[in-house]
């Protein structure tokens, strides 16, 4: 049975009360979740950019994998996998104020491996932020 949005709403509730890297994402937003597909959303404030006032690159590698795996999740097999590849693309700044949307969509599920790819927008998704490509242990 393929888990959705509730499960992947309170997998993040508790992520984000426990004392691991999990909680800094205690403000991104699950918007939906199934059938391989998690979309999320963001404000982005000051705890989540670099000295230059911008969006920590950081920040989006942890929300690339986070919410790629939340997509993995809704998957049949259900395993969160372990990331053995993730690549990140930076395109354009985003600033304190400014809402990211993020959509995670699985590509393909083997019986081992999952790649998945996530696009970090902002503007109503007309100006990409961010393109990653994560790869995952499943066996």
Same mark, same amino acid.
Request: proline content about 2%.
């Given at each position: +049975?393929?888990? =959705? $949005?509730?499960?992947?709403? @309170?997998? $993040? %509730?508790?992520?984000?009360?426990?004392? #691991?890297?999990?909680?800094? +994402?205690?403000?991104?937003?699950?918007?939906?979740?199934?059938?391989?597909? !998690?979309?999320?959303?963001?404000?982005?404030?000051?705890?989540? #950019?670099?000295?230059?006032?911008?969006?920590?690159? =950081?920040?989006?590698? #942890?929300?690339?994998? !986070?919410?790629?795996?939340?997509?993995? +999740? #809704? @998957?049949?097999? @259900?395993?969160?996998?372990?990331?053995?590849?993730?690549?990140?693309?930076? +395109? %354009?700044?985003?600033?304190? =104020?400014?809402?990211? /949307?993020?959509?995670?969509?699985?590509?393909?599920?083997?019986?081992?491996?999952?790649?998945? /790819?996530?696009?970090? /927008? %902002?503007?109503?998704? %007309?100006? $990409?932020?961010?393109?990653?490509?994560? /790869?995952?242990?499943?066996?």
């Amino acid at each position: +049975m393929a888990r =959705g $949005v509730e499960f992947i709403r @309170n997998l $993040v %509730k508790h992520l984000v009360t426990t004392n #691991t890297h999990g909680k800094c +994402m205690k403000n991104v937003n699950i918007l939906s979740a199934e059938s391989g597909r !998690c979309k999320a959303e963001f404000e982005v404030s000051e705890e989540h #950019t670099n000295l230059g006032g911008s969006l920590h690159g =950081g920040f989006t590698a #942890t929300v690339v994998d !986070c919410v790629s795996t939340y997509a993995l +999740m #809704t @998957n049949e097999k @259900n395993s969160p996998g372990v990331s053995v590849d993730m690549h990140i693309s930076y +395109m %354009k700044p985003a600033f304190p =104020g400014e809402v990211v /949307t993020v959509d995670a969509k699985t590509i393909r599920v083997g019986r081992s491996m999952a790649f998945l /790819t996530v696009e970090l /927008t %902002k503007n109503n998704g %007309k100006d $990409v932020i961010a393109f990653g490509q994560h /790869t995952k242990f499943i066996g």
